[in-house]
């Protein structure tokens, strides 16, 4: 059983920083891809950013330049780092673990707000 636990969400101004984390446990293969995906009301989910195992990381265009995703292997977490905050980026953010299947955290809402 994989379970993912976000923190990290919270409001914010515009032009504001907020750092989000995520903590994989369970039986997690080595070869995985993790990320963080954010859905805002009326819209798809959409992928933020993602990194590999090995360390390749892949931005959407909205992110680049602004967000920076990392984790750390040993201990199955994911951050991202989320800087020059709009209020466009207003959304549920979802940490996202893809192994030979695909696994969700239960979302963390972010709030970009004047």
């Known amino acids: 059983q994989v379970q993912l636990v976000e923190s990290g969400g919270g409001s914010v101004q515009p032009g504001g920083s907020l750092r989000l984390s995520c903590a994989a446990s369970?039986?997690?293969?080595?070869?995985?891809?993790m990320g963080w995906y954010r859905q805002a009301p009326g819209k798809e989910r959409e992928l933020v950013a993602r990194i590999t195992w090995h360390g390749s990381i892949t931005y959407a265009a909205f992110a680049k330049g602004r967000f920076t995703i990392s984790r750390i292997n040993a201990k199955n977490t994911v951050d991202l780092q989320m800087n020059s905050l709009k209020p466009e980026d207003t959304a549920v953010y979802y940490c996202n673990l893809f192994t030979r299947y695909t696994y969700w955290g239960q979302g963390t809402q972010v709030t970009v707000s004047s």
């Open positions: 369970g039986t997690i293969s080595n070869i995985n891809i």
